[in-house]
Every structure is written in structure tokens, then in C-alpha cells.
């Protein structure tokens, strides 16, 4: 039995176990590498935007309202909650072929920059889509100076 | 590999075949990346049932149709972008979601009938009548 085991200590499961960490470094999530960041597939996806004066954050959450999901700052971590109900309905008599859509509790963490102010937040849901839209700080805007001749 | 290989064929309760193509990624159209929506397929005494996740993708963006027994749903995914945004995270990295389904000969093609509400889209495909599931009642001798 043992045998068996130490066959996993072969080097070729070592050169396995090296390019899967080469791998994980290399194509880790760019931009949200810190402790919260989730991995891919994580339920709800999001993409990030930016324009000189705001940032636009977009939570994929199909088949949820307004009510299903819980948004807040804290502490400069914008936080996405909520909960997503298995297909509701009578399910006697159902014979389910494939189950790929995402069901149960959620959350996901964004941590945001300095330069956002935390009490300009918008958020709109449409078509399963939630738009989080973050003003940047004032100051923190791009500014042209301008030169004086001397 | 061949096109046939690629189908994967889910067989219904009465031995009955509703078929699959292209699990993995879809193949990038002419410039736009594709993606697959997580689905549920489930079948019950009338119907099988498809649902799809397409967030971003409402009822004018939304394309259901079937040519012969392949069903295709693809929808273009529409966000609200202001002008000069700059993309610096995606997760969803496409602009439009597409998959298709083979269909089983008991489907009722003309009783086919499909909803998208919050970006989740819902396909009934109704049964024959001569394929429902029946109740046979028993008579007492």
C-alpha cells in the first residue's frame, strides 16, 4: 500500500507541481490581487472601468432584483452580498439533465482606491447587470498646469 | 477531433436524446468573443426547460431560433459604458453569449416559447401530445 503511495513522490509529479504554480503565478487576476480576491468563475463576475473622473464597477447577477442584493462600503472595501434561490417552483416529477447555473449566498469584495469617495456611490440593476458607479476624490483628478513663462 | 465527436448526447428519462454541442468554449466569431451561458435543463411531465444566464442581454438583444433540430440562443451583452471608459479588470471578457442545443424529434417546434427577464433567459419546449408522459389508469377487474 505504501508502494503505491510513494509513486506520487515521482519527480515527474514535481515538474506537475511546478508548472501548475508557474501557472497560478502567471495568470493570477490582475488588479485584485489581495486577500479577498476570489477566484475565477466566482459568482457574481465583475469588470472595472475608469473615466478621469469615475470608475465604473460591473457586477454580473442574472435573475436577481434589487432586493437580493445587499451593497455597501466599508472601509474602503466595496462589498457585493446577497443570495441567489435554486429555480424555484414545484420540482416534483423534474429531471434535471444539467445544473451549471449558480445558487446560494454570495459575496464579493472589491477593495477601492484611495482616491474614491466613499459617499458618491450610484448603483443601478438592469437586464441582470449592477453598475456601481464611484466618483474619484477631486483632487485626485488628472489637472493640466499650466506653465507661466518666466 | 471531428463535429460529431464533439456532441454529447444527454439522454432523457424515456431513452429519448436532447443533445449538446460545444461544451467548452465557443469558437470567437469574426471579432467578438463568445461566451457560453451557464444553463439548467430540466425536463417535467409537458416540457424541457432551458435556463440561461445572459446578464446584460435584454429582450432586444436576445436571438432565439432553430434551424432543424439545433436550437441557437446568442444575445449581445449591452452595459451602460460612458464614453473614454477604460477597461482595468474583466472577469467577462466578450461582448455576446451563444449555445446551441440539438433537439429531441418529440419537441412540439411550433409550441417553442421564450422569456428573458433580470438577464436570465427561459426556454418552454413543449412535448408532443404523443410523447407526454401519461397516467395509464388501472381498472379494477
Known sequence: ?150 | MTEKDRVTTLSTAEGRELQQQGNGQAPAAEGARELVPPVEVFEDHDAVWILADMPGVSKDSLNVELTNQVLEISGDIMVDMPEGVAATFAEIRGSRYRRHFTLGRELDREGIEATIKDGVLKVRLPKTDAHRRRRIEIKAA
Open chain 1, 1 to 150: 500500500m505504501f508502494n503505491q503511495l510513494s509513486r506520487f513522490n515521482d519527480p515527474l509529479f514535481s515538474d506537475f507541481d511546478r508548472l501548475f504554480r508557474w501557472m497560478d503565478e502567471a495568470m493570477s487576476d490582475v488588479g485584485l490581487r489581495d486577500l479577498r480576491s476570489a477566484p475565477r468563475g466566482a459568482f457574481p463576475a465583475i469588470n472595472v472601468g475608469e473615466t478621469e473622473d469615475t470608475i465604473h464597477l460591473y457586477a454580473f447577477t442574472p435573475g436577481l432584483s434589487g432586493e437580493d442584493i445587499e451593497l455597501s462600503v466599508e472601509d474602503g472595501v466595496l462589498f457585493i452580498r446577497g443570495k441567489r434561490a435554486p429555480e424555484d417552483g414545484e420540482t416534483d416529477g423534474r429531471t434535471w439533465y444539467r445544473r451549471e447555473r449558480f445558487a446560494g449566498e454570495f459575496t464579493r469584495a472589491v477593495q477601492l482606491p484611495d482616491y474614491v469617495d466613499p459617499d458618491q456611490v450610484e448603483a443601478r440593476l438592469r437586464d441582470g447587470v449592477l453598475t456601481v458607479r464611484l466618483r474619484k476624490r477631486e483632487e485626485s483628478r488628472p489637472r493640466k498646469i499650466a506653465i507661466k513663462a518666466a
